[in-house]
């Protein structure tokens, strides 16, 4: 994606400044060089909206695991044709054996520490101890990457994706992993302020005026290689079992906004390079838009497309007595494990989380002859298809993985799930009334 979003820009701005003779000083090479700098997506305002909309998950996982995977390879990129203006030499095998050693070395150092720190983590629960661990792993594992000329951003990503799997059972307390989160969570919104505030600081409007021609042919460069990025591997996203509707790569599209990262490279360009001013203006102006333009629309763009979630009271309710019956459960449990109910207070305890258990169960079941209840009872149904869904392809995978199915046999699973036919249409008369109640818990 970050490769076909580089090419593909520079040669839709070659079109369009062929178009407009708009060449100049600035030739195909700068147009390629602009093209890499920009070709990083940094949505953190997209995807806190989409988090506090509701949206899909699935959604803004791939646009933020995109955003962390990509910068990487886009600055690998930026450094090669950096290269051409300098030296003037191009060698591929070159090019691709560093980059296969920035984002290999990078992931290597990255689960090496994420697992050494795991090691540590399984000897204190003590919050605060955690959380200074953590940013230590984050700040360490960046400098030991760099120095070792791999990819720091990658390394980042890995050490944290090795402590987040870390299950609190074994080596991190339940406690401590709510404190964690919301350290880094309050940490996340700090930096991203700071991010917006750096690039108003930045700003120069009078320099995005002069060139405010180029900036609009740069946005429109931009989203349209952003839209053969995207849209390009959707075919092969179904071969593969992981099929992207039309409606979400659309939300992906337009959601791949541009950063701190494509301001930084810009600002590292040498004083020496031709249409440097140019190329910074481009940049910032694409930025300026992306940021405006793309985060302010994106929630019409969601009413549009009818994927912003409607929460009806019946919904809500149904969510919140779920979540409190499985927060009893999971107290529940707990007990038990502590003192198998052997003391007179555990049992009292326990009596009283039954009870508090049997009056949502019969508040459900009262609730049951609704009829917007039992819709929200289908969507919650069709909610958790989906998810098993999910979790019937990662064990076809894993099947695979341990040679107890061939990878035919698995692709074939899989398109079965994938291809899954709907279940047949109730009668009229059904879908108008809901099931008469039972006495059972099963309904529930």
């Known amino acids: 994606g970050v490769v ?10 070659q079109v369009e400044f062929s178009t407009f003779g708009l060449h100049g000083q600035i030739t195909f090479l700068h147009l390629l060089l602009f093209g ?13 909206l989409l988090r506090q909309l509701g949206v899909d998950r699935r959604i803004s996982v791939l646009i933020e695991g995109e955003s962390l995977f990509n910068d990487g390879t886009a600055i690998v990129l930026f450094l090669t044709v950096l290269r051409l203006f300098t030296s003037g030499s191009f060698h591929a095998s070159e090019i ?58 990658l390394s980042i990503v890995f050490s944290g994706m090795v402590l987040g799997n870390t299950d609190y059972k074994q080596g991190l307390g339940l406690n401590a992993r709510v404190a964690v989160m919301s350290f880094w969570e309050y940490t996340g919104f700090l930096i991203t302020s700071i991010v917006f ?37 959707i075919p092969v996203l179904r071969r593969l079992g992981q099929p992207l509707a039309y409606k979400d790569a659309t939300m992906v599209w337009w959601g791949g906004l541009r950063g701190a990262l494509s301001m930084v490279l810009v600002l590292s360009l040498p004083e020496h390079i ?19 333009a793309q985060g302010s629309s994106m929630g019409l763009l969601l009413k549009w497309l009818k994927l912003m979630p409607r929460t009806s009271d019946a919904q809500t309710f149904l969510n919140t007595s779920l979540a409190r019956l499985r927060a009893i459960d999971e107290q529940q449990r707990t007990l038990k494990r502590l003192y198998g109910c052997n003391t007179q207070a555990a049992q009292e305890i326990m009596q009283n989380l039954h009870k508090q258990r049997q009056v949502i169960l019969d508040e459900l079941r ?45 692709a074939e699973l899989i398109q079965e799930l ?14 108008k009334s809901p099931p008469k109640s039972t006495s059972s818990e099963s309904s529930i």
Not at 96 to 121: D, Q
Not at 220 to 227: I, N
Not at 279 to 287: H, R, W
């Open 96 to 153: 691709l054996s560093k980059l296969i050693w920035v984002c290999l070395g990078g992931i290597f150092v990255g689960i090496t520490i994420g697992f050494l720190a795991r090691f540590v983590m399984g000897f204190t629960r003590d919050s605060l101890l955690i959380i200074a661990l953590t940013t230590a792993v984050a700040y360490g594992s960046y400098l030991l990457a760099e120095k070792l000329h791999v990819s720091g951003i």
């Open 197 to 233: 505030l750096l690039m108003g600081l930045e700003l120069n409007i009078l320099l995005l005026l002069d060139h405010l021609e180029l900036i609009i042919l740069a946005f429109a460069a931009v989203q349209t290689s952003r839209l053969v990025a995207v849209f390009l591997p």
């Open 274 to 292: 031709q249409a440097r001013d140019s190329l910074i203006a481009m940049t910032f102006g694409v930025v300026v838009l992306s940021v405006v």
């Open 418 to 431: 994938t291809f899954v036919q709907p279940s047949p249409s109730l009668p009229d008369q059904e879908k």
């Open 36 to 48: 890499t700098l920009i070709a990083a997506t940094d949505p953190i305002s997209v995807i806190a």
């Open 4 to 13: 076909l979003t580089a090419v593909f820009t520079a040669l839709v701005l």
């Open 366 to 410: 009262r609730r049951q002859q609704d009829p917007t209840f039992f819709h929200a009872m289908q969507e919650h149904k069709t909610h958790l298809e989906r998810y098993l869904k999910q979790a019937a392809r990662q064990s076809y995978r894993e099947s695979m993985s341990a040679s107890l199915i061939s990878e035919h046999e698995a």
